[in-house]
């Protein structure tokens, strides 16, 4: 039996702060591919220098599909994705500035494709924090900025074939 090493990321961008609580949670990373356009869904945060995926914590007893459909509703809108594969796993240690606590993240991988542009409204408060935006898959490795989604992305393009 083969046992896969998950990659450990220590964000230099938002490194972990000394004295600051430190949470651990489970969370995927989800990205999302338009096969008409070959665009992807990222978030562009406001009051972060985020360029990133989506990305949020698994809830009770939510697998990382449920969760990741979840949250990609709660933070685009949009309704109607389908699951294509899960890409792999990361773990990851930053401070988390949104929450004032530093975070270890073990991350969870998945790769969708819009389906149509199905939408639900989205709350004031994910408004308030981010902007989902498109990106051209092949600018997508520019407008990232934080260090486990360039692994994510990678893996991802093994499976969409570059």
């Given at each position: 039996?083969?046992?896969?090493?998950?990659?450990?990321?220590?964000?230099?961008n938002?490194?972990?702060?000394?004295?600051?609580?430190?949470?651990?949670?489970?969370?995927?990373h989800?990205?999302?591919?338009d096969?008409?356009?070959?665009e992807?869904?990222?978030?562009?945060?406001?009051?972060?220098n985020?360029?990133?995926?989506?990305?949020?914590?698994?809830?009770?007893e939510?697998d990382?599909i449920?969760?990741?459909?979840?949250?990609?509703?709660?933070?685009?809108?949009?309704?109607?994705?389908?699951?294509?594969?899960e890409?792999?796993?990361?773990k990851?240690?930053?401070?988390?500035?949104?929450k004032?606590?530093?975070?270890?993240a073990?991350?969870t991988?998945?790769?969708?494709?819009l389906?149509d542009?199905?939408k639900?409204?989205?709350?004031?408060?994910?408004?308030?924090?981010?902007?989902p935006?498109?990106?051209?898959?092949?600018?997508v490795t520019e407008?990232?900025?934080?260090d486990?989604?360039f692994?994510?992305?990678?893996k991802?393009?093994?499976?969409?074939?570059?």
């Open positions: 039996m083969t046992t896969e090493t998950i990659p450990y990321f220590e964000d230099k938002e490194p972990m702060i000394k004295g600051k609580p430190i949470v651990e949670r489970n969370v995927v989800v990205i999302i591919i096969k008409k356009t070959q992807v869904l990222c978030l562009d945060w406001k009051k972060f985020w360029h990133m995926f989506i990305v949020g914590g698994i809830e009770g939510e990382p449920q969760s990741a459909i979840r949250e990609v509703a709660e933070e685009t809108g949009y309704t109607n994705i389908s699951f294509i594969a890409i792999g796993k990361t990851s240690a930053f401070y988390a500035a949104h004032g606590e530093n975070r270890i073990n991350a991988g998945l790769l969708f494709e389906v542009e199905s639900k409204d989205v709350s004031e408060e994910e408004k308030d924090k981010h902007t935006v498109w990106i051209p898959k092949d600018k407008f990232l900025n934080v486990n989604q692994y994510i992305w990678e991802a393009l093994d499976i969409l074939g570059r």
